[in-house]
C-alpha cells in the first residue's frame, strides 16, 4: 500500500531539532517563524478511491546543526483538510453510477436487438435456402423427366433403325444372290445363240429364234445391272444409317451420363459428410446449349434417324417391285422363247425334246419366284 499522508501532529513529521532545558527563548527576543510545511491541494483525479499524492521537498531554511543531523530530504505533505477537497460528494457518485448502469443497459439493448436481428436473418434465410432447394429439387425432377423421355425417343428410334438395318443387309443379300443367279440363264442364252451360229448356208436366217434370244440375254444382262445398282444404292443406305444409329448412341450416351448426374445431386442432402465446398464454381459457365437448342438436337437426331428409315422402306419397296418385274419380264421372255422353237420346229416332238434341254438350264416360273 503506497504511503498516502499523516496528520502534522506527528512526531516524526519536521527536522531533528536540539531537544535542550531551554524551552522559551531569551526575553526580548521574537521568536523567528519558519514555516516548514507548505499546504498544496491535491488534483482532481478520476479513481475517487486513490488520489494522487505528490511529494515536494521543502525549501527551508535550516541551521547548520540541523543539516548536518538530516541527512534525507523530507516529504512535504498535504495539510489535513487536502484530501477533503479531493473526493467526490455523494451525489457525483450517485451520479456517476446511474450513468454507467444507463450505459450497461443501452447496451445490453443493443446486443439484445442485434442478437433479435441476426435470429430473424438466419430464420429468414434459412426460409429462403429451404425454398430454393425446393425450387431446385423440382428443377431437377423435371429435368431427369425431360431426359427419360428424350432418352427413351433416342433409344426406340436406335431398335427400329438397327432392325431396318438388319432387313436392307437381308435385302442386299437377296439382290447379290438373285443377280448371281440370272448368270445361269443367261449363259444358255448365250450358247443357244452360239450354237445356231454353226448352221450351214441357207440355214442361217435370222428369223424369231435369234430375235427372242437377243432379246432374253439383253434382258438378263439389264436385270443384273438394275439389280447391282440398287444393291450399291442399298449399300450406301445402309452407311447412312449407320451414321444416324452412331448419332442416336452418341446422344444416348450423353443423356446417360447427364441423367447420372441430375439424380446424384438430386440424392444429396444438407446432412451428409461427403459433400464438399468448391469456392467460385458458380462462376465458371461452359454450356454450350440451352434447353430450346439442346430438346432441338434430339429431336433432329430422331427426325434424320426416322428419314432415313423411311429412304430405306422405300428402297425395300423399290427392291420388292424390281423382283416383281423382272420376274414377269424374264417368264414372258422365257415363254416366247419356247412358243418360237416349237414354231421353228418341224415336229411337236423334236420341239418338246429341244423344251426339256432348255429347262434344264433356264428359269422355271416356280424357281423364278423362289429365287426373287
Request: aromatic share 8%; net charge neutral; hydrophobic share 35%.
Amino acid at each position: 500500500m503506497e504511503f498516502l499522508g499523516t496528520i502534522q501532529t506527528a512526531s516524526y513529521c519536521g527536522s531533528k531539532k536540539d531537544w535542550g532545558w531551554q524551552w522559551l527563548p531569551p526575553a526580548g527576543q521574537d521568536p523567528e517563524v519558519q514555516e516548514c510545511y507548505q499546504p498544496f491541494h491535491l488534483p482532481r483525479c478520476r479513481s475517487a478511491w486513490r488520489p494522487r499524492v505528490f511529494y515536494n521537498i521543502a525549501n527551508t531554511q535550516k541551521s547548520p546543526e540541523d543539516r548536518a543531523g538530516d541527512r534525507r530530504p523530507r516529504t512535504t505533505l498535504p495539510s489535513l483538510h487536502s484530501p477533503l477537497f479531493s473526493r467526490y460528494t455523494q451525489r457525483e457518485w450517485d451520479r456517476s453510477n446511474d450513468l454507467l448502469i444507463s450505459i450497461a443497459e443501452a447496451s445490453r439493448h443493443r446486443s439484445s436487438r442485434l442478437t433479435d436481428d441476426s435470429l430473424r436473418i438466419m430464420q429468414d434465410k434459412d426460409q429462403l435456402i429451404r425454398k430454393m432447394q425446393e425450387g431446385t429439387c423440382w428443377n431437377l425432377n423435371q429435368r431427369l423427366s425431360d431426359i427419360r423421355f428424350w432418352k427413351s425417343g433416342l433409344c426406340h428410334e436406335r431398335d427400329m433403325l438397327i432392325a431396318e438395318n438388319n432387313s436392307m443387309k437381308t435385302l442386299k443379300r437377296r439382290l447379290e444372290s438373285a443377280a448371281e443367279d440370272v448368270n445361269c440363264p443367261l449363259q444358255v442364252a448365250l450358247d443357244s445363240m452360239y450354237n445356231r451360229e454353226k448352221r450351214m448356208g441357207i440355214d442361217l436366217v435370222h428369223d424369231n429364234t435369234d430375235q427372242n434370244l437377243l432379246r432374253e440375254a439383253d434382258l438378263l444382262k439389264c436385270c443384273q445391272d438394275q439389280m447391282r445398282k440398287l444393291a450399291k444404292r442399298i449399300d450406301f443406305q445402309v452407311q447412312d444409317n449407320r451414321d444416324a444409329q452412331h448419332a442416336l448412341e452418341q446422344d444416348i450416351e450423353d443423356k446417360n451420363s447427364a441423367q447420372s448426374i441430375e439424380e446424384r445431386c438430386l440424392s444429396l442432402k444438407n446432412t451428409p459428410d461427403s459433400i464438399s465446398f468448391f469456392p467460385g464454381v458458380e462462376k465458371f459457365d461452359e454450356t454450350v446449349s440451352i434447353p430450346e437448342t439442346w430438346a432441338k438436337f434430339s429431336n433432329n437426331n430422331i427426325r434424320h434417324a426416322q428419314n432415313m428409315r423411311a429412304k430405306s422402306m422405300q428402297l425395300r419397296e423399290e427392291a420388292e417391285r424390281l423382283f416383281e418385274t423382272l420376274s414377269d419380264q424374264m417368264w414372258r421372255q422365257f415363254t416366247n422363247i419356247n412358243q418360237a422353237y416349237l414354231a421353228a420346229q418341224p415336229g411337236a416332238l423334236q420341239g418338246l425334246n429341244i423344251l426339256q434341254a432348255r429347262g434344264k438350264h433356264s428359269i422355271q416360273p416356280n424357281s423364278c419366284r423362289a429365287v426373287f
